[in-house]
């Protein structure tokens, strides 16, 4: 594989990890505002929820549960993102200092 292809790998490999990091924190966020609207109404307010492909009746205490579990898993998803996205970076680096990789802005 060329320089240049390696190059690209890497820079592609980042680029989706960020781009998936944007959307997951996009959605804790989505997540973060919908359950602190849950948590201002009765307990035992019905409430729908997606389940799957279908809506599932249930009241605003077990729709909160399940959101709290969702955005638990969520927040451990963006950590491990960030370290892989991390991780990457770190080896890109070191590639570009074995290769003495110079970029050249034109």
Known sequence: ????NQYNEYQ???RALQEHMATISSQIAEH???RETLSKVPQDRKA???ADTA???TNAKDAGEVLDEKLRGL???QVKLEEECQGVQKEFDDWKV???V?????
């Open 1 to 4: 594989m060329s320089f240049q």
């Open 12 to 14: 592609q490999t980042i």
């Open 32 to 34: 973060r505002v919908v």
């Open 48 to 50: 729908w929820r997606l």
């Open 55 to 57: 809506m599932v009746e």
């Open 75 to 77: 927040e451990q998803l």
């Open 98 to 100: 074995k290769n003495n």
């Open 102 to 106: 110079k970029i050249v802005r034109g």
